[in-house]
């Protein structure tokens, strides 16, 4: 999936992001999240992780 955020286009692809957020322990949930396998991240540390950005 291509997007752009804040003026950067990304690439992004499922297998991508998996392996990028192998590894990362997920903060507390609060708001908005995104299922990783069995595990619920918070959508902004989804995001920064895989774009790099804040």
């Known amino acids: ?3 752009v955020i804040a003026r950067f286009p990304f690439e ?3 297998s991508g992001v998996l392996e990028t957020m ?3 322990v997920p903060e ?3 708001g ?3 299922m990783i396998g069995r595990r ?3 959508a ?3 995001g ?3 774009t790099r950005q804040d």
């Open 1 to 3: 999936m291509r997007c």
């Open 12 to 14: 992004l692809t499922k």
């Open 22 to 24: 192998k590894g990362v």
């Open 28 to 30: 507390p949930v609060t």
């Open 32 to 34: 908005p999240f995104v």
């Open 40 to 42: 619920a991240y918070p």
């Open 44 to 46: 902004k540390q989804v």
């Open 48 to 50: 920064a992780v895989v």
